[in-house]
T-cell receptor
Framework: NAGVTQTPKFQVLKTGQSMTLQCAQDMNHEYMSWYRQDPGMGLRLIHYSVGAGITDQGEVPNGYNVSRSTTEDFPLRLLSAAPSQTSVYFC???????????FGNGTRLTVT | AQTVTQSQPEMSVQEAETVTLSCTYDTSESDYYLFWYKQPPSRQMILVIRQEAYKQQNATENRFSVNFQKAAKSFSLKISDSQLGDAAMYFCAYRGSDKLVFGAGTILRVKS
């Protein structure tokens, strides 16, 4: 029972590079989301999806793209990395609205 | 847009004592869910307690209880008989009809 699998765990990028953070869940959850965690700012919602083919912006979407072609996968793309995107990123999913979020283990991204 | 505010960046409590963490939120929705999550240094996110807005009774989970004031849009967490293992970052979270958003977090320190 894998839950939410998020890769990679660590990544270092140079300014201007692009990359994709992978997120997959095997619980048939409709809701999936990406957060970034920065000191003193909590977890801020980047993008979320309430089902396959449906995505929407969260609080801090600029510089990031997502897609949801399947129920299982919800990748996060950084188009042109900037130092301001240095953060810890979490993918999370849940079933019904009152069920708890299942989190991935996080990705620590550093942009130099 | 829904927002969640945690006004206490840091709190301290003596072991075995009681502490209350504050959370307020802003929403125009009438049906929603509220959560408290705990994040220890391992970075893992752990659900502490949840509350459905349509339920007037305050949720309780062992030493953890909430004071839910719907009209005031307040959702505080009370930790009784504090233990060293309670030391962590605590996040308040709101989920309405679509997305789930978090507050900035409160660091709880437990003194022995």
């Amino acid at each position: 029972n894998a839950g939410v699998t998020q890769t990679p765990k660590f990544q270092v990028l140079k300014t201007g590079q692009s990359m994709t953070l992978q997120c997959a869940q095997d619980m048939n959850h409709e809701y999936m989301s990406w957060y970034r965690q920065d000191p003193g700012m909590g977890l801020r919602l980047i993008h979320y999806s309430v089902g396959a083919g449906i995505t929407d912006q969260g609080e801090v979407p600029n510089g990031y793209n997502v897609s949801r072609s399947t129920t299982e996968d919800f990748p996060l793309r950084l188009l042109s990395a900037a130092p301001s995107q240095t953060s810890v990123y979490f993918c999370a999913s849940c079933g019904t609205a009152n069920s708890p979020l299942h989190f991935g283990n996080g990705t620590r991204l550093t942009v130099t | 847009a829904q927002t969640v505010t945690q006004s206490q960046p840091e709190m301290s409590v003596q072991e075995a004592e009681t502490v209350t963490l504050s959370c307020t939120y802003d929403t125009s929705e009438s049906d929603y869910y509220l959560f408290w999550y705990k994040q220890p240094p391992s970075r893992q996110m752990i659900l502490v307690i949840r509350q459905e807005a349509y339920k007037q009774q305050n949720a309780t989970e062992n030493r953890f209880s909430v004071n839910f004031q719907k009209a005031a849009k307040s959702f505080s967490l009370k930790i009784s008989d504090s233990q060293l293992g309670d030391a962590a970052m605590y996040f308040c979270a709101y989920r309405g009809s679509d997305k789930l958003v978090f507050g900035a977090g409160t660091i709880l320190r437990v003194k022995s």
